[in-house]
């Protein structure tokens, strides 16, 4: 092998397994590295070297080798480029319109604004809605009146105005006169029904044998109507046909069963004459202590004044006649009710209190529920429907814990929210009623 072949395979050698020789990139990085190497052959002078050997018999023998030295000139051009290193994370990039906003990330929004012109930025704020429930209408409305105030409003005057000028505009011709009868335009046909449906409306049908369509088949609206009733379809007849049905009498006119069903017509009651009690005359008797005024009806009297009920409850400690006592609706206040309380407390023949839709706060309540401890002949006591329509969960349980004490009580008239209370208070007035079920049973023995 000569000696330029050596230089070209060495050459050859060294390209393929030089570091420098870098591998091409992948599409995601954006390093690149060329390389360029050109080698060229200098030819260089040709020497002369002579070499003395002895040979085998003792002779001196000069040999002359001449020897050409060749130059490799080697140019190597590397060529390198920045990188750039991509991290991709498992969120999903804001997009609007299919396009990616990451790239807005760092842009300053003060510096883009500045860049607008005052057109330009009225017009980006008609298209931006703020969604600021502090900012007026008018501020988040896109719409601006350019026209110029001509003064306050005054709604009055609007509703004039927009109704006169509603009056005065003139309808729009019709350009064809309304004939009746005809049909203008295309009439409206409906889409064929699909066949799945039709199908499915066929195997729905019941067949109830030739027996039972024959006679439905044959029978009469008032047939159906009794026959609707016995088995309870409600919902197919009115009021009327219902009990007409039951009773017997026949359908009335004009309500059959292809008829339009109205609702029945009320009752008309008369009016619940005016409570006619004297006050005045009712008080000086309690005072007296009449044996005949057992019940005290002052329901439904709205003029009674405090002074008259504060003279009533003076009174009721000294009678001993008085069972029945109604108050309801006559504008008791806690003021009075507080009188009533004192007063219940020395009663000696009082078996029925009824306070019923008045102004009584619940602790008031409260105070005449514990009134009820002392006085141990009241056996009935209401007073629903006042001002506070609930009670709440601590007034409702004291009320209860006072219900439990009192061993007279046997009906009570109070809206409770709470099931506890509920239970609690009725369990404590059947057990009452028990024991003086009882004890009348032993007293008859």
């Not at 009225?122 to 988040?140: S, Y």
């Not at 609702?263 to 008080?283: C, G, R, W």
């Not at 006072?402 to 409770?416: A, F």
Request: proline share 5%; glycine share 4%; net charge negative.
């Amino acid at each position: 092998m000569s000696d330029n072949e050596d230089v070209v395979g060495a050459a050859e050698e060294q390209t393929k397994t030089s570091p420098d020789s870098v591998p091409a990139a992948d599409d995601d990085s954006k390093t690149s590295v060329v390389t360029e190497r050109t080698e060229e052959v200098i030819p260089g002078e040709t020497e002369k070297m002579v070499t003395e050997s002895i040979d085998e018999d003792g002779d001196v023998v000069e040999e002359t080798t001449e020897v050409t030295r060749k130059t490799v000139k080697r140019t190597m051009k590397i060529t390198e480029t920045s990188s750039t290193t991509k991290t991709t994370t498992l969120t999903t990039p804001a997009k609007l319109y299919g396009k990616d906003l990451s790239e807005y990330d760092d842009v300053d929004v003060e510096s883009l604004l500045a860049q607008l012109s005052p057109e330009e930025i009225t017009i980006l704020a008609k298209e931006v809605d703020p969604d600021d429930n502090f900012l007026p209408p008018d501020q988040r409305c896109s719409y601006e009146c350019t026209k110029d105030a001509t003064g306050p409003l005054n709604r009055k005057q609007l509703i004039e105005h927009i109704n006169k000028q509603a009056i005065e505009t003139p309808d729009q011709p019709e350009f064809e006169p309304y004939v009746q009868g005809k049909v203008r335009g295309k009439k409206w046909v409906p889409p064929p029904r699909d066949a799945r449906d039709i199908e499915a409306e066929e195997q729905i049908a019941i067949d109830m044998g030739e027996e039972y369509e024959h006679a439905l088949s044959d029978a009469t609206q008032e047939e159906i109507i009794d026959l609707a009733a016995i088995l309870g379809f409600h919902s197919m007849m009115n009021q009327d046909q219902y009990h007409a049905s039951l009773l017997n009498k026949g359908q009335p006119v004009g309500l059959g069963w292809d008829g339009i069903t109205k609702s029945t017509q009320q009752k008309l009651f008369p009016m619940d004459p005016p409570n006619s009690t004297d006050v005045e005359e009712s008080i000086k008797r309690v005072k007296d202590d009449d044996n005949k005024l057992v019940d005290l009806n002052l329901n439904n009297i709205k003029n009674i004044s405090d002074e008259k009920l504060e003279q009533l409850f003076d009174a009721l400690p000294q009678n001993e006649h008085l069972e029945v006592l109604s108050l309801t609706n006559v504008g008791l206040t806690d003021k009075t009710a507080l009188l009533l309380a004192e007063a219940i407390e020395k009663s000696k023949t009082l078996r029925v209190l009824n306070v019923e839709t008045n102004f009584l706060s619940p602790p008031v309540i409260v105070r005449l529920v514990q009134a009820l401890l002392k006085c141990h002949t009241i056996e009935e006591f209401r007073a629903s429907n006042q001002r506070s329509a609930v009670l709440g969960n601590k007034i409702e349980m004291e009320i209860t814990n006072l219900v439990e004490k009192n061993p007279s009580l046997l009906r009570l008239g109070l809206h409770l929210e709470f099931n506890d209370a509920r239970h609690r208070v009725a369990a404590h007035l059947q057990r009452n009623i028990d024991r003086i079920r009882v004890n009348r049973l032993n007293q008859r023995k």
